[in-house]
């Protein structure tokens, strides 16, 4: 397969969605062409500027905070995707974005008890203990860590 053959293919995957570099290889991989084409014409659109690793990964962030997900989580998300990015890249877009952490966890625990139609202080002590851990799991689930969970239960 030509060089334009796999410029072609990656020109038309990305008329869809948008990808990382890392993404866009491994999809032009699949279809069958060579690394070293591979290389060059990721090269090539790097240079057009038709694929932006920094702009990908941001993108990907406000998805995920806007949905309510935790660093963690968007940390986990974007190395499975091959994005290179750190907690504190996270953390100005979140404060960009005017997020806070303590809303956002009161929100889950909210949302947990209210699905379950649990009253917390109608809850024996048991009860409680038993909801804690639960809620800890979810709260965790969503990507924050346990320090940040603790204080509001």
Not at 6 to 21: F, G
Not at 54 to 72: D, V
Not at 120 to 125: G, N, V
Request: proline share 1%; with cysteine; net charge positive.
């Amino acid at each position: 397969m030509t060089e334009k053959n796999c410029y072609n293919s990656a020109i038309s995957l990305l008329t869809r969605r948008d990808y990382s570099s890392a993404k866009l290889r491994n999809k032009l991989l699949e279809k069958g062409f060579e690394t070293d084409l591979v290389e060059s014409v990721l090269s090539t659109l790097k240079q057009k500027k038709f694929i932006n690793d920094q702009s990908y990964t941001e993108g990907r962030i406000r998805h995920y905070a806007k949905s309510k997900k935790g660093p963690a989580y968007i940390l986990k998300k974007c190395l499975d995707e091959g994005l290179e990015i750190t907690e504190h890249e996270i953390e100005n877009i979140f404060y960009e974005l005017g997020i806070n952490y303590d809303q956002v966890i009161e929100y889950h625990i909210r949302k947990k008890l209210d699905f379950h139609r649990i009253r917390w202080d109608e809850l024996t002590e048991k009860e409680r203990y038993n909801w804690k851990i639960k809620l800890m799991r979810y709260v965790q689930s969503k990507g924050y860590n346990i320090n940040q969970i603790e204080k509001y239960l």
